[in-house]
C-alpha cells in the first residue's frame, strides 16, 4: 500500500521557518508538512540526514537555496524515500575562486558588529532590485536574520563551503523534479537553473516574474502556486493511497445525497461529466478567491465519472477549496479502482 508523503521544507542560509509560512499553510492543505532545523549543524550531509531521521515513510522535499543543495542530499542517501523533489533559487556548482573568502568577511562582520550588520549587507543583493527599498519586505527577512547567531552562520557558511558536487546525482533522480528561480534572481541566476532542469530527466522548470533570490517571501503566492499545481497535478496522483483489496472497500449508498449538494439532486444520482464538475470547481474557486485551475483535468484522466456525495455546501462559509477537493478525491474510491468504472464518492 502506498502511503500519503511527508512534504519537507528545507530553509536556506541563515533562514527559519518563517520563510515558509504561507507555503505551509498552503501545502499543509495538502499533506503533511515539515520545516527542520538546521541551525545547529555544519555540513549538508548532516542536514540531509537529520531530515531523514526525523521524518518516515515517503517524502516531497522542497529545497530552497541551500536548502536545495540538502534536497540533492536527501535524495543521494535516500533516494528510495523520495517521491517529489522541489529545487528553488540554488546551483550545483562546487566552490567558486574567491568564494571563501567573500563569505569569511562576512562571518567576521556578523561577529564583530552582529547579526543586524550583516542583514544590512548580505540582503540587498538577494531580492529583486526593484524591492530593496521595500521596507516591509527588507524588514521582514532582516528580523529573520537576526534570530540567528554569528555562530549559526559560521556553520552553515562552513556546510556551503564544503558542499559536495551534485552534478552527479541530478541524472540519477527518477522522481517528478521541480526547477524554480526568480526572474532576476542575481545570486542563483536562470542559466543555473536552466542546466539544472537539462540534467534531470522529465524536470519541469518554473521562472517567477519580478523576483530575486528570496522568491518565498517575494513572490508568496506565486511560488505557493507553483509548488501547488506541480503537487496537485503530478506528484500526489501517482502516491496517494490506495486500497490493495478491492473487495475490502466500503459499500457506497448510492441514494445518500444531502440536504445541500453543490450539484443538484439528479446530477448526483445519475453522475456529472468532467465538464459539469470543471464548472463547479469554478464555482468554488470565485467564491474562495482560489488560484487553483485545471484540479479536475489534471487529476481525472476519464471522460465521464460518477458522482456521488457531497462536493461542498453553497455557503461561502464552508464550501471546499480545491486543495481541499483534492484530499476529498485521494480518500475517495476513484484512485481505488479500475479506469472504466472510477467514480468519486464521500
Known amino acids: 500500500m502506498r502511503h500519503t508523503p511527508t512534504i519537507a521544507l528545507l530553509p536556506g542560509l541563515l533562514c527559519d521557518a518563517s520563510i515558509w509560512s504561507v507555503q505551509c499553510a498552503e501545502l499543509g492543505q495538502v499533506a503533511p508538512v515539515v520545516i527542520p532545523d538546521f541551525s545547529q549543524l555544519s555540513s549538508l550531509s548532516e542536514m540531509a540526514s537529520s531530515v531523514l531521521k526525523h521524518t518516515a515513510g515517503p517524502l516531497v522535499v522542497v529545497g530552497h537555496s541551500m536548502g536545495a543543495r540538502v534536497a540533492l542530499e536527501v535524495v543521494r542517501l535516500a533516494p528510495e524515500r523520495v517521491v517529489g523533489l522541489a529545487l528553488i533559487d540554488t546551483g550545483i556548482h562546487l566552490r567558486k575562486d574567491g568564494e571563501e573568502a567573500k563569505r569569511q568577511a562576512l562571518v567576521k562582520l556578523a561577529y564583530a558588529e552582529g547579526m543586524a550588520a550583516l542583514a544590512d549587507v548580505w540582503l540587498p543583493p538577494m531580492v529583486d532590485p526593484r524591492r530593496k527599498d521595500d521596507r516591509d519586505l527588507i524588514d521582514s527577512l532582516k528580523a529573520m536574520v537576526t534570530r540567528a547567531t554569528p555562530d549559526q552562520h559560521q556553520r552553515q557558511i562552513q556546510a556551503l563551503l564544503n558542499r559536495p558536487d551534485a552534478r552527479g546525482v541530478l541524472a540519477s533522480v527518477s522522481c ?150 483534492f484530499r476529498l478525491f485521494a480518500r475517495s474510491r476513484l484512485f481505488q479502482m479500475p479506469r472504466r468504472e472510477r467514480r468519486i464518492s464521500f
Open 176 to 325: 517528478p523534479t521541480l526547477v524554480m528561480v526568480g526572474r532576476q534572481d542575481q545570486w542563483s541566476p536562470i542559466a543555473q537553473h536552466e542546466e539544472i532542469a537539462s540534467l534531470i530527466p522529465g524536470s519541469r522548470l518554473v521562472i517567477i516574474e519580478d523576483c530575486g533570490h528570496m522568491s518565498l517571501a517575494e513572490r508568496p503566492m506565486e511560488t505557493t502556486q507553483a509548488l501547488l499545481d506541480w503537487l496537485l497535478s503530478t506528484v500526489l496522483p501517482q502516491v496517494c493511497p490506495v486500497r490493495e483489496n478491492l473487495d475490502d472497500a466500503p459499500a457506497v449508498e448510492e441514494d445518500r445525497i444531502p440536504d445541500t449538494p453543490l450539484l443538484d439532486r439528479k446530477s448526483s444520482l445519475r453522475g456529472a461529466s468532467r465538464s459539469t464538475l470543471e464548472k463547479a470547481i469554478a464555482q468554488i474557486d470565485r467564491i474562495t478567491n482560489s488560484a487553483r485551475p485545471r484540479l479536475i483535468s489534471s487529476l481525472i484522466p476519464v471522460d465521464r465519472i460518477k458522482v456521488i456525495g457531497w462536493l461542498g455546501s453553497r455557503s461561502p462559509r464552508h464550501c471546499h477549496s480545491p486543495s481541499s477537493l
